[in-house]
C-alpha cells in the first residue's frame, strides 16, 4: 500500500534552516507528481511547493518562493523540502502529498490521493 513518511521537521530560529524529507513506497515514484503542504495553526491548508516525476519543473507558492527548495531523488523514493530564510510564520505541520498522476495541476489540493502524517515545523526565537 501507499505509504508516506515525512521527517526532518523540529524547531529553527528566525533566518534559520530545515531539510524536510517524505520517504515514499508503495507506488511507482517516479510516475508521479509530489507536493508539500502546509496547516498553520487555526489555518487551512496551504499548497508549499509541488515538482513532476522527472524533477525539472518545479513549482512554488508566492509565499516561499526564493527560500524554499523541492527536490526528489527517484531512486531513493523520497522527495525533499530544503526551507531556508525562515520566517515565524513559515510555523506548521508540513505534508507531503502523492498526485493522482504526473499530469496534476500541482497546486489544486484535490489532485492529490495519498498523504503523510505530517512533520511539524516551529520557527521562533
Known amino acids: 500500500q501507499v505509504q508516506l513518511v515525512e521527517s526532518g521537521g523540529g524547531l529553527a530560529q528566525p533566518g534559520g534552516s530545515l531539510r524536510l524529507s517524505c520517504a515514499a513506497s508503495?507506488?511507482?515514484?517516479?510516475?508521479?507528481?509530489m507536493s508539500w503542504a502546509r496547516q498553520a495553526p487555526g489555518k487551512g491548508l496551504e499548497w508549499v511547493s509541488g515538482i513532476y516525476g522527472d524533477g525539472r519543473d518545479l513549482y512554488y507558492a508566492d509565499s516561499v518562493k526564493g527560500r524554499f527548495t523541492i527536490s526528489r531523488d527517484n531512486a531513493k523514493n523520497t522527495v525533499y523540502l530544503q526551507m531556508n530564510s525562515l520566517k515565524p510564520e513559515d510555523t506548521a505541520l508540513y505534508y507531503c502529498?502523492?498526485?493522482?498522476?504526473?499530469?496534476?495541476?500541482?497546486?489544486?489540493?484535490?489532485?492529490?490521493?495519498?498523504w503523510g502524517r505530517g512533520t511539524r515545523v516551529t520557527v521562533s526565537s
Open positions: 502529498a502523492k498526485g493522482i498522476s504526473d499530469r496534476v495541476c500541482l497546486n489544486d489540493l484535490d489532485e492529490y490521493d495519498y
Open positions: 508503495g507506488f511507482t515514484f517516479s510516475s508521479y507528481a
